[in-house]
């Protein structure tokens, strides 16, 4: 009997430990099971005559609200093409009403519910044997035109499932795409819009198998690893050894982990700050409101102080990236407590924000409330809402325009110093920024057409002129500066006009060329030509000073009681050359004079370059010469809050831009003052 496990993945780096979970449970009985992997994107009748060719007797599809619709078209052509194969759905997507498939798609034959690998096996015994489907517990099937579904089945024990994690055919994809692994099952929360709320309790694998695994996974070339345990950190000795066995272990691998930050014990936040490696641990944080009435409803038992606290005290030791996620259209949450809600956790400036939008998930307690908040959403999935009794249709339109813009202007880190201006000190928030700009895209009609990475910045720039922004010859210069560090060679067009005329394009480049040690050390010892720099380097004036520019927006960012203690704390790192490297020009060296000649701004022992996180790497910088002072009055520098740039206009800047200096292909900048 031969049986084909398949999933529709969301994009081809993803991978699915579904199918492999089911693959190594059955195998030992069951030799002949292929796995097969698609994407949402590929065309049905190319996936159909790809199965069709395998010739398989079982079909199963694991299922969830990204893929659904897809499988089921497939389902369907299927069973016209090969009546006699027996197709399976399993997954959370099917799991809560598999009487609601099995009628809407006849060629389904059987669903299966819940932990699936005991369940799967005994379907497939029958299925070969001697067909008593009633025998099945956790299972839904047909027999004759009636539909039956089956008791549950208890839950597994995890430490009886076999390793997913084996089979030699993955391992020539390890390094390409994405690994997802879990350590538990389960949630202690009970989040009335969350599928993980209606499984009780928490199991977890034991720690020395987790370990082995992932130590084979490792060795074997993987890249990322993303955990799918609901709460990483909920048992605090688990996650303590799991942190420390993954910093001895990494070799490079990344690790993104969904942690509830607010019962983060302090002694793993120091323990993190001090040892976590840079770049090697991604957190995911749910946060979805901060409106105290609406987590309430929703059963959210949460404490945004001490997530707060949790988040800045991770950012200061600038080891570890957060993702921090939003919910639109929970119950009590409208748009102007949504505004709030917004600006609550932007005020933490994550490495990236996503902001979603509520869906009424199959099975959970909030789609059973529907009615109770008057909720309008769609019948399909992935059940997005249209409405609620205080959010109608056109808040969610704004709220949509919003999120694009966050999505292409904050998220992809692509003008980070620029909209990190933008919202310190133009926009009255960062919420007005984002809706202002998203209106304005939408009105422009740019949604309707496809950009390029310099339409991004003309199209900031358009939006900036027409509303009169004051200032713009500051905003300019560091739309300039993110342009630059987005590409790793030099690039071949701007999307400005005011560029550097050639003789003091070809004075300044001959004064680096014969002084390369102004710029840096390494560039030194490269004992590159003038003609060899040109390859390498981008020269433009700013007609102010950036480096009271870039302090004005670095440091830490937060209006609650932290601020001003993570922002000593970052001080403290930049003043000691620890600055955490995220792309804002603070770190290490020294200098001094402020003549209009290069030689006079910088002294001969140039400062000591270092990579940045950012768009493009940033090497130590005229900013460095200022440390980071403490963030006080909604996280500006008091000696700020009059004038966010003091001194910037007091000069001009050369900027110097070099690329391909080292194996890490980040473009490093320099500020000159002149």
Known sequence: MRIILATLNAKYIHTSLAIRLLKAYSEHEFKDILLAEYTIKD???????????????????SCYIWNIEETIK???ILKQVMPEVKIVLGGPEVSYEPLYWMKREAGVDFVVNGDGEETFHHLLQEIRDEHKYHFVYGAAYRKGEELIVNPPRPKSDLNTLPTPHRFAEDLPELSKRIVYFETSRGCPFNCQFCL??????VRYYDIERVKSDLLYLIEGGAKVIKFLDRTFNINRNYAMEMFQFLID????????FEITADIMRPEVLDFLAQNAPPGVFRFEIGVQSTNDETNELVKRRQNFTKLSRTVMKIKASGNIDQHLDLIAGLPMEDYATFRKTFNDVFAMEPEELQLGFLKMLRGTGLRAQ??????????????????????PFADIIRLKRL?????????????????????????PSPFDFFQEFGDYWEERGWQKIGHQLEDLFTRLQDFLTDRGTASMDIVTGLMKLDYFLAHKYKPRKIWWDDVLDKAEWAKHLKQIASQPELISAKLAEAGLSERELQKFIVLDELPFRLAPVLESISGLRYDGELGAEAGAEAGADAGNGNGNGNGNGNGNGNGNGNGREIHAAVTASAPAERGGAGAGGVAATEADLLPTVAAVAGGVPAAVLNDPHPGASDGRTLLVILYQQDESQRAQYYALPL
């Open 249 to 256: 272990n990494h070799q490079g691998c990344v690790f993104q």
């Open 43 to 61: 065309p049905a009748m190319n996936i159909v005559s790809d199965l069709f060719q395998k010739q398989p007797d079982v079909i199963g599809f």
């Open 403 to 427: 999120e694009d813009v966050l999505e292409k202007y904050w998220n992809s880190q692509r003008l980070a110093h620029s909209v990190k201006y933008l919202i310190r000190h133009v926009f």
């Open 74 to 76: 497939l389902v369907g």
């Open 370 to 391: 529907a009615a109770k908040y008057d909720y309008t959403y769609m019948e399909h999935a992935p059940y997005e809402i249209l409405s609620s009794h205080v959010m």
């Open 196 to 201: 993980s709320s209606i499984e009780v309790g």
